[in-house]
């Protein structure tokens, strides 16, 4: 079952007395979030995430740095995010957290095949989720956990505590459509086929394989704030790769602009994953699913919420 909702204005109204979610997502921009990446160079992931925390639009409670096949060397990882970071507070931006590290292998399937047989990495990313999710998620308001990077992390938390599950959303950028549904194949699910496994059997889980063309968000022709944040933006332009699938931005906007994401079906996932596997299970149509596939977004609902915030000097508090 395909829902469709009307592309409207890239401001958002906000009802902060409903307790259910707004637009077509289990999460939208009141419940907490925690983004994961392995790198920064190649998307604006971390860019829009903090822009969204200091407008208030966002409540951006942790930024996890992880490792990935093209950025393996957590230390450069985690000081590109430092350096992100340090650009926005120096320019006065609020509600941005530390970075913090997480190392952890790919999990491995257990020679039976069962899930709760797998060994952990009990990874630092990991029992952050755990904490976190005990710490702020309500029935009704769950953490969402913003994924641009493998799920090694999330999987590993459901190995750690169990009930993690009730407690988080993950919303993934990851994989690429298919006429049935999608598959859980490059971008990010090709780096760790058996945490997609556990994820989509264990989890709510929203994944996002609709992209855009992420040149377009900043153009040369802009001018752009002449603070710290604006300097590292510009620095960041011609780091940006030319690939649409490489724009993990669209997991934050698909959780803090509900008018982003534009059509989605619920998915069942389908397949085992063998060992040695490179990719994880299918995502099949079913209007009974558990999961949730985003197939359409509007980008330019979320380069213009980016704009919006970077130009306004409310941004950038005294």
């Known amino acids: 079952m395909l829902f469709v909702t009307p592309i409207t204005a890239c401001t958002e109204i906000y009802d ?20 994961f990446n392995d790198s920064q160079y190649d998307n604006w992931q971390g860019e829009y995430a903090v822009l969204l925390a200091a407008a208030g639009s966002l409540t951006l409670d942790g930024i996890v740095v992880v490792t990935g096949s093209n950025a393996n060397n957590i230390d450069d ?32 399937r257990p020679a039976n095949g069962d899930i709760d047989a797998t060994v952990g990495n009990n990874s630092d990313g990991a029992f952050f989720i755990v904490n976190e999710s005990s710490r702020l998620s309500l029935p009704y308001r769950p953490l969402a956990l913003v994924m641009g990077s493998r799920l090694t992390d999330v999987a590993d938390a459901y190995l750690i505590d169990r009930t993690v599950v009730d407690r988080v959303v993950v919303v993934s950028e990851l994989g690429s459509l298919t006429a049935s549904g999608a598959a859980m194949s490059s971008p990010n699910g090709e780096m760790d086929p058996w945490a997609d496994l556990i994820v989509t059997s264990r989890f709510r889980f929203v994944q996002v394989s609709a992209y855009y063309d992420q040149t377009t968000d900043v153009p040369p022709s802009r001018v752009l704030p002449n603070n710290a944040f604006g300097t590292w933006i510009a620095s960041r332009r011609s780091q940006i790769w030319n690939l649409p699938q ?13 008018s982003f994401v534009v059509a989605v079906e619920k998915v069942s996932a389908s397949g085992s994953v063998p060992a040695g596997a490179t990719v994880g299970p299918a995502l099949t149509d079913d209007p009974n699913g558990p999961l949730w596939l985003v197939r359409q977004i509007a980008p330019q609902v979320a380069i213009n919420r980016f704009w919006e915030i970077l130009l306004d000097s409310r941004t950038y508090a005294p």
């Open 246 to 258: 490489a724009a993990d931005q669209v997991g934050v906007a698909a959780v803090a602009l509900s």
């Open 77 to 108: 990882n985690l000081a590109e995010r430092r350096n992100l970071v340090a650009a926005a507070r120096k320019s006065g931006m609020r509600n941005i957290p530390d970075p913090i590290k997480s190392v952890g292998p790919q999990l491995v």
């Open 16 to 35: 902060a007395g409903s307790t259910g979610p707004r637009g077509l997502l289990p999460v939208d921009a009141r419940n907490p979030v925690v983004i």
